[in-house]
């Protein structure tokens, strides 16, 4: 999906949210648990019922390696059960040596319809790169992380920018906007003014609402740029709304409430 | 796999070799290529040519997934197929936040028999620690890589040292020298002798010997430690030795090499 389809899909449903499959066996309403194909049931109940009022899908792929050759199973009836329509993210953090990162590049983007694949910068250029020769495909790379753990390096000084600022700096020259996103954590608040400063233009992926209890306002009111420019993820406060049989409705309840708040901040 | 048993291991066979099994159907001989299960056919192969002269394989995933499914399925076989006399690595650089470790952890230490996980550092302490807390397994954290990237991150200076100086130094805390190992490149000789100061005690997995150029001499010399601390990786330059029928020959008689040279060096 190029950004300019992305931006279309963005004011058509004046929403800018990401459902994020993070499909937990445990966690799924205890009527779907004994289905042969439980995982992608409930994945099909998300999809359908809050369809209409996100832009993309995000799943995360450790939770579908989590169950082997059937978890992988479920995760390519998923993308495909997606469709066209939405801009869908292979979650995955992957970054390897060159000739590696080729193989995850395939994996997501030629046998399976993924837009976008999440991926780690450490091991620097080579390592992103593979994931940037796709036309009409995205790679997104790790900013500044939602969790506790982003303290020990990303926030770290590497002389006179923390280690997050230069991996903006430097990666953001490696495409562009229209190849290229950030993941920026809701609950780095304090830090959404400055990174806009570095990278005004770039897409940033958003996860950290919800759950991990950052704020779609402040995110919206500080990152949005004058074409959205974000995609904020909510994963488990939309899938695990509800735990009974109609757990599809209060899913799509949530997604509502989400929509409607995006639909006051977009422009 | 206990730091005792590969110890064990290395002592009996004279040998640190990790046998890299990064297998490309592209790649495979021809006469293999069209078996229906061509890529566990290939391993099994490489596999029974040169068990007895490595103590560890080392799957990279992303060869795997490359082929969906059927990509996984040959990924399982194959790590069975190896049992539990070889230190079994998924090369795979995950790491996300904690309960998305959580997931990539079940998935190869629950449901798959690995014994080690490669982890990528930069997402901080809760992506690395769910992989610490599985008695016998272990995450191999990337420290400084072999890769033409490095350059970009690894080896920028953040404060008073370089970035993988510092991670090295804050990893090590996580963990123990029986739970943590670092992925140290092959490549990197100018840095073997510094790497030692910071983690005496730790393993080192050392890729890039082979196709990448990276010296067995220099870095035996360089970073062994009085129990050796070292598994050195080859991929391509064994399993892609041969290209016709008798391929696996062609593997073993690399193989033998390396084993042989590794039998000098240790002590």
Redesign the interface.
């Known amino acids: 999906m190029t950004r300019n389809e992305l931006l279309q899909q963005i004011q058509t449903k004046r929403s800018y949210l990401c459902v994020g499959l993070?499909t937990?066996i445990n966690k799924i309403p205890a009527h779907l648990r004994n289905h042969p194909d439980a995982i992608f049931e409930f994945n099909k109940a998300i999809i359908d019922a809050t369809r209409d009022l996100c832009v993309s899908y995000k799943i995360?792929t450790?939770?579908y390696?989590?169950?082997?050759?059937r978890?992988?199973?479920a995760l390519?009836k998923t993308v495909h059960y997606i469709g066209n329509e939405h801009f869908k993210i292979a979650?995955a953090?992957?970054?390897?040596?060159?000739?590696?990162?080729d193989?995850?590049a395939?994996?997501f983007f030629e046998?399976?319809p993924f837009d976008a694949v999440t991926v780690?910068?450490?091991?620097?250029?080579?390592?992103?790169q593979p994931f940037l020769k796709y036309e009409g495909k995205w790679a997104i790379v790790?900013g500044l992380?939602?969790?506790?753990?982003?303290?020990?390096?990303?926030l770290?000084?590497?002389?006179d920018e923390l280690?997050y600022e230069?991996?903006l700096k430097?990666v953001s020259q490696w495409g562009t906007p229209e190849n290229l996103m950030f993941v920026v954590g809701a609950t780095q608040s304090d830090s959404f003014i400055n990174i806009r400063k570095l990278i005004p233009d770039h897409f940033l992926l958003v996860p950290g609402v919800g759950a991990?209890g950052g704020s779609l306002q402040e995110i919206s009111e500080k990152a949005m740029n004058a074409s959205c420019g974000l995609l904020v993820n909510v994963s488990r406060d939309i899938i695990y709304a509800g735990s009974e049989e109609n757990f599809a409705v209060a899913a799509r309840n949530k997604a509502i409430n989400y929509q409607k708040e995006m639909h006051k901040y977009l422009k």
Not at 120 to 126: L, N, R, V
């Open positions: 993070d937990d995360n450790a939770f390696e989590a169950y082997g050759v978890g992988w199973q390519e979650d953090k992957r970054g390897d040596i060159g000739n590696t990162s193989q995850y395939k994996a046998n399976l780690a910068p450490y091991m620097g250029s080579d390592s992103v790790l992380t939602s969790n506790k753990g982003a303290a020990d390096f990303e770290q000084s590497c002389g280690l230069k991996v430097t991990q």
